[in-house]
Antibody
Framework: EVQLEESGGGLVQPGGSLRLSCKVSGLTFSSYSMNWVRQSPGREPEWISY????????YYADSVKGRFTISRDDAKNSVSLQMNSLRAEDTAVYYC????????????WGQGTLVTVSS | AIRLTQSPSSLSASTGDSVTITCRAS??????LAWYQQKPGKAPKLLIY???ALQNGVPSRFSGSGSGTYFTLTITSLQSEDFATYYC??????????FGGGTKVEI
């Protein structure tokens, strides 16, 4: 069974930093690209970052470019999202997600971790 | 950036009804469209990809159609577990991957 489990969410002040992690099991992690998708309360999901197999290809949504950094550790079957200069509008549930095809739909999602940016 | 517009934003239906949700893309995306179901407090669940391909394990009462800029998700014989919010997502243009605004199916 494929499982994705996020961790690292919490309450952080505006301007602060947070690091999210996603541990993956049940698939050959190194063979899959990984994504982070977030969802603000009452809104549609928003794709924010992609990292390809091997980590050489990385993309960000304009809303987080320059502030967030995605990385992966194939030895630990995990992907991370370093979030800096956080803003109130970054408040959301953050999901890691993947699928059988790159740049495509998401067959597997984690349960999500809540990030709240507030003073 | 490409935009996906879903309609209606919400609808009321009863168990046993058939409902159709539409998703319009601002540019042609051939058949690079997926549909997800989301229940409160849960992650989205993939229902359909490539506009009409049913994901493994998804009941056959769910069906998708369309290509280019117009797509539909149809649920026949609504069951109680189908009351949820549904999102379309395009993956023809990347980055970014884009989701529609959602359609809430209520009792």
């Amino acid at each position: 069974e494929v499982q994705l489990e996020e961790s690292g969410g919490g309450l952080v002040q505006p301007g602060g930093s947070l690091r999210l992690s996603c541990k993956v099991s049940g698939l050959t992690f190194s063979s899959y690209s990984m994504n982070w998708v977030r969802q603000s309360p009452g809104r549609e999901p928003e794709w924010i970052s992609y990292i390809g197999k091997g980590g050489s290809t990385i993309y960000y949504a304009d809303s987080v470019k320059g502030r967030f950094t995605i990385s992966r550790d194939d030895a630990k079957n995990s992907v991370s999202l370093q979030m800096n200069s956080l803003r109130a509008e970054d408040t959301a549930v953050y999901y890691c997600a993947t699928g059988y095809s790159n740049y495509a739909h998401f067959d597997y999602w984690g349960q999500g971790t809540l990030v709240t940016v507030s003073s | 950036a490409i935009r996906l517009t879903q309609s209606p934003s919400s609808l009321s239906a009863s168990t046993g009804d058939s409902v159709t949700i539409t998703c319009r893309a601002s540019q042609g995306i051939t058949n690079y469209l997926a549909w997800y179901q989301q229940k409160p407090g849960k992650a989205p669940k993939l229902l359909i990809y490539s506009a009409s391909a049913l994901q493994n394990g998804v009941p056959s009462r769910f069906s998708g159609s369309g290509s280019g800029t117009y797509f539909t998700l149809t649920i026949t014989s609504l069951q109680s577990e189908d009351f949820a919010t549904y999102y379309c997502q395009q993956y023809y243009y990347f980055p970014p991957l884009a989701f529609g605004g959602g359609t809430k199916v209520e009792i």
